[in-house]
């Protein structure tokens, strides 16, 4: 609050600061749009020739975050309309080649299926009536855009029509799925074959040496033979275009003396103090927190978090403040403290005992307006209020009536089971209806009004009694002064300045500043590792004009800023040497490792193979292809390969396996019975085959897709 005051005491400075920004951001945009040559203007992407189009890709947008309400960033909720619409375009150009549709008796028999079950559209039979149907539709399209209500939902036209697109591209996607599915079978060849790879076995004995055997301080491997290997298997070392950074940050944080500001305006606020009232030309005592009669009030007006007319138990206290709170008797105060980025002032106000938890049974009479009020909703507060008069009096009388009168009630989920709803004091509830339900013994019975309408309530059970405080708590943030902001900002600038001129990282370093690398930074990344969500610098380093060595200042989203240089600009294609090598550093020192090995072995028998590397020989049972694992060494489908090709008592050569070099030796060949068909194993692969359907159909035909995207041009 005192920044507050201070930065009102500078608006005249700010606004025209703020004007000049606005200025230049603005003359800076038309330039930039005059400059701009790009015919992309208004195409976020193009797949298989189909354009998404910028004004309806960004409506999509907007519409997501208004519905995730800020729950998502703008960069989170455009990649996830991205996947919707990639979907689409992309299996869209699949159902046109094919020439799917869905027409009219086809769409019937869908929205029959996913409608059966709704008791509007059933005839006196209980079976679904097509008339019933296209009657509901007319009456929809006839009161529009007024809304209705099916299956205790509202729904209007609008909202009719997109669930019948969905329920046609869900139809029509179903159908290409199973048109592909059709095509797909096992034979009779590929069912023998799983059952063999499954059946045929082998016992073994074999020698490992592990690869771990050789320090890799004793391999020596060179970049030229990194880069090598990765062009060996460039798939595995692809990359996207992508930038690497440094930056320097300097925080907005309060200082030790703002902090000590911030205890002492507190401080302050506990005792009446004498003020001069210039209006009275005269002084005038000031009520202080300890003598104040309105917690409420005084609450409100100085502090950062708003008073709390509620009782709480032990559990909402942080546990390293929970005994000083709960000790304070009536009327006394325990601060200031810190408590999650605040210093704050904590009053006990009252104490009681307040059951744990509560068993309730209500009935809920809505009124027009109310929270989550049906459109059939006719009452006024008034008539509502009423109505729950009326059956209060009934049931004052005679309670056995309740499950009688529960048809007025609108609260379905209650209503389930018997109008009856338990639930803890720590459970989010209307006020009213849980300082009712608390606050009451056992036996009440009353009416409360909620947003949700009147609710006739009736405590059946309450839980263990336990210690509950009122307390009335003035939190004041712990941020920076004006004083403090100016002088980061003046760092900043300072730096700035002087990597101008010379090394980024030696003026961090002579002015202990932490300088942070961050690597492979895509084009459509949001996040920066340390300071979160930060576009502008993604956006930033992928300009047309910046350079590997530019830098500049940017404003973080968690206040204040960061100096960022560009270090690397990483074209698409393979990965640089140093960072292929975390990868690729290992599988060569394998292969040096496997040749170390084969270069040092003469023996040719199992067991002298055994004694020269300080190894044992060990056995393996019943291996088969189809799970290539050895017992005692792990997944090793090159070696237990090489043994199926082996005859009964034959040993093989050296094979470079994954974790060592092994030779082995075939003691038992079992070979698959015969069956006199294949069928059942056939129709098993054939159902592998379908399944890989559902999840890989999709993600090959994304592959497949021609696709330009220009989604980092404006976002």
Not at 33 to 51: C, F, H, K, P
Not at 417 to 432: L, M, Q, R, S
Not at 643 to 672: D, M, R, W
């Given at each position: 609050m005192a920044v507050l005051n201070k930065i009102r005491q500078r608006s005249i400075f700010l606004i025209i600061i703020i004007a000049l920004a606005l200025f230049s951001f603005i003359i800076g945009d038309i330039f930039q749009n005059l400059g701009s040559s790009s015919g992309n203007e208004a195409t976020i992407a193009t797949v298989n020739g189909v354009d998404i189009e910028r004004d309806d890709f960004m409506a999509k947008v907007e519409n997501i975050q208004r519905q995730s309400r800020g729950s998502l960033t703008n960069t989170q909720a455009m990649n996830r309309v991205w996947d919707n619409e990639l979907?689409?375009?992309?299996?869209?150009?699949?159902?046109?080649?094919?020439?799917?549709?869905?027409?009219?008796?086809?769409?019937?028999?869908?929205?029959?299926?996913?409608?059966?079950?709704?008791?509007?559209?059933?005839?006196?039979?209980?079976?679904?009536?097509?008339?019933?149907?296209?009657?509901?539709?007319?009456?929809?399209?006839?009161?529009?855009?007024?809304?209705?209500?099916?299956?205790?939902?509202?729904?209007?036209?609008?909202?009719?029509?997109?669930?019948?697109?969905?329920?046609?591209?869900?139809?029509?996607?179903?159908?290409y799925f199973n048109l592909v599915k059709a095509g797909i079978t096992g034979t009779l060849t590929e069912g023998e074959l799983d059952f063999q790879l499954e059946n045929d076995k082998v016992d073994l004995k074999y020698v490992q040496i592990p690869y771990a055997s050789i320090p890799d301080s004793l391999v020596q491997v060179k970049s030229s033979e990194i880069k090598a290997y990765m062009k060996r298997f460039p798939k595995q070392y692809e990359v996207e275009a992508s930038r690497d950074l440094v930056?320097?940050?300097?925080?907005?944080?309060?200082?030790?003396?703002?902090?000590?500001?911030?205890?002492?305006?507190?401080?302050?606020?506990?005792?009446?103090?004498?003020?001069?009232?210039?209006?009275?030309?005269?002084?005038?005592?000031?009520?202080?927190?300890?003598?104040?009669?309105?917690?409420?009030?005084?609450?409100?007006?100085?502090?950062?978090?708003?008073?709390?007319?509620?009782?709480?138990?032990?559990?909402?206290?942080?546990?390293?403040?929970?005994?000083?709170?709960?000790?304070?008797?009536?009327?006394?105060?325990?601060?200031?403290?810190?408590?999650?980025?605040?210093?704050?002032?904590?009053?006990?106000?009252?104490?009681?005992?307040?059951?744990?938890?509560?068993?309730?049974?209500?009935?809920?009479?809505?009124?027009?307006?109310?929270?989550?009020?049906?459109?059939?909703?006719?009452?006024?507060?008034?008539?509502?209020?009423?109505?729950?008069?009326?059956?209060?009096?009934?049931?004052?009388?005679?309670?056995?009536?309740?499950?009688?009168?529960?048809?007025?009630?609108?609260?379905?989920?209650?209503?389930?089971?018997?109008?009856?709803?338990?639930?803890?004091?720590?459970?989010?509830?209307?006020?009213?209806?849980?300082?009712?339900?608390?606050?009451?013994?056992?036996?009440?019975?009353?009416?409360?009004?909620?947003?949700?309408?009147?609710?006739?309530?009736?405590?059946?059970?309450?839980?263990?009694?336990?210690?509950?405080?009122?307390?009335?708590?003035?939190?004041?943030?712990?941020?920076p002064s004006v004083e403090t902001i100016d002088e980061v900002f003046k760092n900043k600038s300072k730096f700035e300045i002087a990597v101008a001129d010379a090394d980024f990282e030696t003026v961090a370093k002579d002015n202990n500043y932490d300088v942070r690398n961050v690597s492979s930074v895509k084009a459509l990344d949001e996040n920066i590792p340390g300071i979160g969500a930060q576009r502008a610098i993604v956006r930033w380093a992928f300009e047309d004009g910046v350079k590997e060595g530019d830098f500049k200042s940017f404003s973080t989203t968690t206040g204040g800023f960061v100096v960022v240089k560009l270090t690397g600009v990483n074209a698409k294609g393979l990965m640089s040497v140093q960072n292929g090598s975390v990868s690729a550093l290992p599988e060569i020192q394998k292969e040096k490792k496997a040749a170390m090995i084969k270069e040092r072995i003469s023996a040719s028998t199992l067991e002298d193979i055994a004694n020269a590397e300080g190894q044992t020989v060990k056995s393996a049972a019943a291996v088969n292809m189809k799970n290539p694992t050895l017992s005692g060494a792990g997944r090793e489908p090159l070696v237990i390969g090489t043994a199926f090709g082996l005859a009964e008592g034959e040993t093989s050569k050296l094979i470079e396996g994954n974790t060592g070099v092994y030779v082995v030796q075939v003691t038992k060949v079992t070979p698959a019975i015969q069956l006199t068909s294949y069928q059942v194993a056939a129709n098993r692969v054939g159902q592998a085959k379908e399944n890989a359907v559902n999840t890989q159909l999709y993600n090959a035909l994304k592959d497949a897709a021609e696709i330009e995207d220009n989604r980092a041009v404006f976002y």
């Amino acid at each position: 609050m005192a920044v507050l005051n201070k930065i009102r005491q500078r608006s005249i400075f700010l606004i025209i600061i703020i004007a000049l920004a606005l200025f230049s951001f603005i003359i800076g945009d038309i330039f930039q749009n005059l400059g701009s040559s790009s015919g992309n203007e208004a195409t976020i992407a193009t797949v298989n020739g189909v354009d998404i189009e910028r004004d309806d890709f960004m409506a999509k947008v907007e519409n997501i975050q208004r519905q995730s309400r800020g729950s998502l960033t703008n960069t989170q909720a455009m990649n996830r309309v991205w996947d919707n619409e990639l979907r689409a375009k992309v299996m869209q150009s699949q159902y046109d080649a094919l020439g799917i549709s869905v027409e009219r008796d086809y769409m019937r028999d869908l929205l029959k299926q996913n409608l059966t079950s709704f008791e509007e559209f059933k005839n006196e039979a209980g079976l679904f009536d097509e008339d019933k149907l296209n009657e509901f539709i007319a009456n929809l399209k006839a009161i529009a855009p007024e809304t209705t209500t099916l299956g205790g939902t509202p729904i209007n036209y609008k909202s009719w029509t997109d669930f019948e697109q969905n329920v046609a591209i869900s139809g029509v996607q179903q159908t290409y799925f199973n048109l592909v599915k059709a095509g797909i079978t096992g034979t009779l060849t590929e069912g023998e074959l799983d059952f063999q790879l499954e059946n045929d076995k082998v016992d073994l004995k074999y020698v490992q040496i592990p690869y771990a055997s050789i320090p890799d301080s004793l391999v020596q491997v060179k970049s030229s033979e990194i880069k090598a290997y990765m062009k060996r298997f460039p798939k595995q070392y692809e990359v996207e275009a992508s930038r690497d950074l440094v930056y320097v940050e300097f925080k907005e944080e309060a200082s030790l003396a703002d902090e000590q500001a911030i205890q002492d305006n507190l401080k302050a606020l506990i005792e009446d103090r004498e003020e001069f009232n210039e209006s009275a030309k005269a002084n005038e005592t000031v009520i202080g927190f300890k003598n104040t009669k309105d917690n409420a009030a005084f609450v409100n007006a100085n502090s950062a978090q708003k008073f709390n007319d509620t009782y709480v138990f032990r559990s909402a206290f942080s546990s390293d403040q929970a005994d000083n709170i709960t000790a304070l008797k009536t009327g006394e105060i325990y601060g200031p403290y810190k408590d999650n980025g605040f210093y704050k002032l904590t009053k006990m106000v009252s104490k009681k005992g307040i059951s744990d938890s509560t068993k309730v049974r209500h009935i809920l009479i809505p009124f027009v307006g109310g929270a989550r009020a049906e459109p059939t909703v006719t009452k006024t507060d008034a008539e509502a209020k009423a109505t729950a008069d009326s059956i209060y009096n009934i049931l004052r009388r005679n309670r056995s009536k309740f499950k009688s009168l529960l048809s007025l009630s609108s609260d379905k989920v209650s209503n389930e089971k018997e109008g009856v709803i338990e639930f803890a004091y720590t459970d989010g509830f209307a006020p009213e209806f849980k300082a009712y339900s608390f606050e009451n013994p056992k036996g009440s019975l009353g009416v409360v009004r909620t947003d949700f309408g009147y609710h006739v309530i009736e405590i059946l059970d309450q839980g263990k009694p336990q210690d509950a405080f009122k307390v009335a708590t003035i939190a004041q943030e712990i941020e920076p002064s004006v004083e403090t902001i100016d002088e980061v900002f003046k760092n900043k600038s300072k730096f700035e300045i002087a990597v101008a001129d010379a090394d980024f990282e030696t003026v961090a370093k002579d002015n202990n500043y932490d300088v942070r690398n961050v690597s492979s930074v895509k084009a459509l990344d949001e996040n920066i590792p340390g300071i979160g969500a930060q576009r502008a610098i993604v956006r930033w380093a992928f300009e047309d004009g910046v350079k590997e060595g530019d830098f500049k200042s940017f404003s973080t989203t968690t206040g204040g800023f960061v100096v960022v240089k560009l270090t690397g600009v990483n074209a698409k294609g393979l990965m640089s040497v140093q960072n292929g090598s975390v990868s690729a550093l290992p599988e060569i020192q394998k292969e040096k490792k496997a040749a170390m090995i084969k270069e040092r072995i003469s023996a040719s028998t199992l067991e002298d193979i055994a004694n020269a590397e300080g190894q044992t020989v060990k056995s393996a049972a019943a291996v088969n292809m189809k799970n290539p694992t050895l017992s005692g060494a792990g997944r090793e489908p090159l070696v237990i390969g090489t043994a199926f090709g082996l005859a009964e008592g034959e040993t093989s050569k050296l094979i470079e396996g994954n974790t060592g070099v092994y030779v082995v030796q075939v003691t038992k060949v079992t070979p698959a019975i015969q069956l006199t068909s294949y069928q059942v194993a056939a129709n098993r692969v054939g159902q592998a085959k379908e399944n890989a359907v559902n999840t890989q159909l999709y993600n090959a035909l994304k592959d497949a897709a021609e696709i330009e995207d220009n989604r980092a041009v404006f976002y």
